[in-house]
T-cell receptor
Framework: GNSVTQMEGPVTLSEEAFLTINCTYT??????LFWYVQYPGEGLQLLLK?????DKGSNKGFEATYRKETTSFHLEKGSVQVSDSAVYFC??????????FGKGTRLSVIA | NAGVTQTPKFRVLKTGQSMTLLCAQD?????MYWYRQDPGMGLRLIHY???????AKGEVPDGYNVSRLKKQNFLLGLESAAPSQTSVYFC????????????FGPGTRLTVT
């Protein structure tokens, strides 16, 4: 079946540090890949997506590249801010199966 | 444009009580979903609907029932609440299932004592 594995948190960084959150997946067919973000006290919202191999999704300074050869979709940001503190979820969808989420990685950015 | 709304925001139940959580969306989406979020478990799909009058089981459906009588509403029912159902419940909707782009409500925090 389809599954997503992402690095466990929490991740604590200083402001302006470089961020990487690892995500790998297992899927049948040709999945689309997503990163969702959940700010404190809110529901999830889509951060970025990539629908085919070698696509790069980007938004708000975050980016992730769909790597079919390594079945990965790592999230990166060059300089994090306190306002980026949130829980980040990697997810995939393949065919008509429901969206599958990873367990989430909590990021705390300190000033 | 309210997006996806959920009522109530908080609720405390005693074991054995029943309740219904309401989800409403104003985006004319066909697909709607109910998830629960527990620490260290991520989001787990309870039930979903692919259109008005349809429902389907997700990963953790036991102890829950759902109904989609109107396209814009998706109700989640707990007939006899148990402490294991203490969680944060999120509703989501999407235009189609295959895109993976879901819009989430703000959540309902349920405590069962």
């Amino acid at each position: 079946g389809n599954s997503v594995t992402q690095m466990e948190g929490p991740v604590t960084l200083s402001e302006e540090a470089f961020l990487t959150i690892n995500c790998t997946y297992t899927a049948t067919g040709y999945p689309s890949l997503f990163w969702y973000v959940q700010y404190p006290g809110e529901g999830l919202q889509l951060l970025l997506k990539a629908t085919k191999a070698d696509d790069k999704g980007s938004n708000k300074g975050f980016e992730a590249t769909y790597r079919k050869e390594t079945t990965s979709f790592h999230l990166e940001k060059g300089s994090v801010q306190v306002s980026d503190s949130a829980v980040y979820f990697c997810a995939l969808v393949s065919g008509n199966t429901p969206l599958v989420f990873g367990k989430g990685t909590r990021l705390s950015v300190i000033a | 444009n309210a997006g996806v709304t959920q009522t109530p925001k908080f609720r405390v139940l005693k074991t054995g009580q029943s309740m219904t959580l309401l989800c409403a969306q104003d985006m004319n989406h066909e697909y709607m979903y109910w998830y629960r979020q527990d620490p260290g478990m991520g989001l787990r799909l309870i039930h979903y609907s692919v259109g008005e009058g349809t429902t389907a089981k997700g990963e953790v459906p036991d102890g829950y029932n759902v109904s989609r009588l109107k396209k814009q509403n998706f109700l989640l029912g707990l007939e006899s609440a148990a402490p294991s159902q203490t969680s944060v419940y999120f509703c989501a909707s999407s235009y189609s299932r295959g895109t993976g782009e879901q819009y989430f409500g703000p959540g309902t925090r349920l405590t069962v004592t």
